[in-house]
């Protein structure tokens, strides 16, 4: 049992002073608002939830950076691509897993408690199945065992190289399955989180591009209740490809062919009409934004204020992984639409609401939705993920309240992250996690030999 005492503490009623938390089995068993800290609690200034990164592709961590290199005058696109290509056909398992620790590593130091893995490196670089079909996800579930990150597994089905089931090029090899081998996948995949402890599975259609329309009933069922996530319109190329092949956009597509509702996840949905953005809305289904990402790979700016203003429900996700942050991922949602708008403050919703903290909730409720977590927030019940912040960083000094969200989101960024218990493990201190230095060098090693 662990005895936590918070001066200030961001409880689901909102932000609450003096809160004693107790902790055991790795879930809050009791908060007590209003008490005076005890002897032998473990006594800290300001405590928030951790959130969820409902989308991530772990390996592409080994590849950050390495792409800012300009391709030709039509696709610069092209050296991402190319680069992750690289990365994917010549990492071995010892490289996911190495990869993965340090980025799960990084997760946590920068506030994320859970993460939504979108796995599709399944296979040997020849192409072939390993003898264990889940070998590679065996190594995310390693991964988030040995961080203590909580994990959602989300294996992904992928198929055709392009829409109207196009047969796949030789560097996708690693990603495809059959229905039947993804199947005998899914059924590994389950053993392989069996053992770890707040592990969930839900699948992963990987786009319309890579699944055919017969498929997709086909292998939703695998999900049984869990979350179904795919990419949807993340650059205008694919819109238009989509409507080529069919003469509907995707978002359109999958909202009129496929049960979408609150169990499903629509990564990116960056390029919607109006009607589209109202109707995904409603779908219930979670937005799952990836503002660094989409920066960085040009997709584009998601229509969030329209979203928001319909009722829409998001949450958000590292993706490519190029920057791990809570405030990285929450900023530039916000500075976005700023730039788009060429207004302050788009998405606080009324005024005098604060934006960091109008982002802060709704991505914790988002995330929470899209991973299928039982319990959210600082309440009994819930995994006990904790973020505390440090209120002598400079950008924090003499705040309270919402205040202090704004100054983490907005000023500091993650050195402003003290503390961070994963499922009541204390696994940040002072801003770094106990594997950092391992982490490191293991990943080092790793990604200095791919790139050589
Ligand atoms: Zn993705």
Known sequence: MTRLHFASALLPSGWTNDVQVVVTAGAIASVTPGAAPAPG?????IALPGLASLHSHAFQRGMAGLAELRGNATDTFWTWRETMYRFALAMTPDDVAAVATLLYVEMLERGFTRVGEFHYLHHDRDGSPYSDPAEMAARIAQACSDSGIALTLLPSFYAHG?????????????????????????????KAIGGLRDANIGIAPHSLRAVAPDELPAIVPLAEDGPVHIHAAEQTKEVEDCLAWSGLRPVQWLLEHAPVDRRWCLIHATHMTDAETVALARSGAVAGLCPVTEASLGDGIFPAREFLGAGGIFGVGTDS????????E?????????????????????????????????????????????????APGARADIVTLDTTHPSLAGRRGDAVIDGWIFAAGHSAIDCVWAGGDKVVEAGRHRLRQAARERFNASVRRLVA
Request: with cysteine; aromatic share 6%.
């Open 330 to 378: 929450l900023r530039q949602l916000e500075y976005g639409q700023r730039l788009r708008h060429r207004e302050r403050n788009v998405l606080s919703g009324s005024a005098g609401a604060s934006t960091g903290r109008t982002l802060f909730d709704r991505a914790l409720a988002g995330g929470a939705q899209a991973l299928a977590q039982t319990g959210i927030g600082l």
């Open 41 to 45: 609690d473990e006594r800290h200034d």
């Open 162 to 190: 392009s829409f109207g089931g196009a047969a796949p090029h030789a560097g996708q090899r690693r990603f495809v399955c059959s229905v039947d081998q993804f199947a005998a996948l899914m059924a590994a995949s389950r």
């Open 321 to 328: 992984n190029v920057m791990v942050g809570v405030d990285d």
